[in-house]
């Protein structure tokens, strides 16, 4: 089960690719992992090509960590407070939801200790949501600025979390915006950033997400079915 839907999310990864122009070996797809057992993850690296695994919580991220038979690319994507930096700064290969220097200035100060480079992405609010984490599309350049000389902490790009929309076409706007907004912030060429990093799309708008520019796609559901938050 895992495995088919694990490949059919590529078979449709290579599909939006094709119609997009691009080339598959652009996209990383990362497997949402969270409330789901780490005997799934372990199932699917044995069984498919998976290497990158998502969490959004820092204790069920380190509790995987420690538990792993296998090697595994884990990426935090859910918020991050200050006081739990120091569990995760050198167990992930990248922090999808930076959004402010207070958290940059975390990174860096438990980054500094650990003598580790982690790599970040920018969370930004495309939507303008009241409810959601990210920094607002008019700040952004100016929170790269801020966070580009720390020398422990490296913007790769940006994430967006898009609106739960049921027509995948309604994000496909701020999955433009976003990409437009990475082109503007690469032309201006800032020293200690790179901007190739696009991580946006989820279950249910990936493949237009990558037909807009995604570079990460970040899939749970669509591979490992429904979460029950209440048995977990
Ligand atoms: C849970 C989660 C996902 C995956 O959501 P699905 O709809 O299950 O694919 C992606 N990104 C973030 C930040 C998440 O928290």
């Known amino acids: 089960m895992l495995k088919e839907n694990y490949e059919q999310v590529k078979r449709n990864i290579e599909a939006a690719c094709k119609r997009a122009g691009r080339d598959v070996s652009e996209i990383t ?8 057992p780490l005997s799934d993850v372990e199932t ?17 991220l380190t509790d995987k960590y420690e538990h792993a038979s296998v090697p595994v690319n884990w990426h935090l994507i859910g918020h991050l407070q200050t006081n739990k930096v120091k569990y995760i700064v050198d167990k992930v290969c990248m922090i999808h939801s930076v959004d402010s220097f207070h958290l940059a200035k975390a990174i860096e100060k438990e980054a500094a200790k650990k003598n580790v ?3 970040i992405l920018i969370e930004v609010n495309v939507a303008g949501e009241e409810t959601k984490f990210g920094v ?11 966070i580009k000389d720390l020398p422990h902490v490296r913007i ?4 967006t979390i898009a609106p739960f929309a049921d027509n995948p076409e309604d994000n496909r706007g701020y999955f433009r915006k976003l990409k437009d907004l990475l ?13 190739n990093v696009l991580s946006m799309g989820m ?3 990936y493949e237009v997400a990558i037909e807009e520019g995604a570079t990460m796609v970040r899939v749970g559901t669509g591979i490992f079915g429904a979460r029950n938050y209440n048995l977990s």
């Open 117 to 119: 480079v982690v790599k």
């Open 203 to 205: 279950t249910n708008d």
């Open 136 to 146: 607002s599309v008019e700040e952004t350049e100016n929170l790269v600025n801020q």
């Open 183 to 195: 082109l503007d912030i690469k032309s201006k060429n800032i020293d200690n950033v790179n901007m």
């Open 29 to 36: 797809l990362i497997a949402v992992s969270k409330t789901k």
């Open 156 to 159: 790769c790009g940006l994430m």
């Open 44 to 60: 699917l690296i044995r069984e498919t090509d998976a290497h990158d695994f998502g969490e959004n919580k820092v204790q069920e």
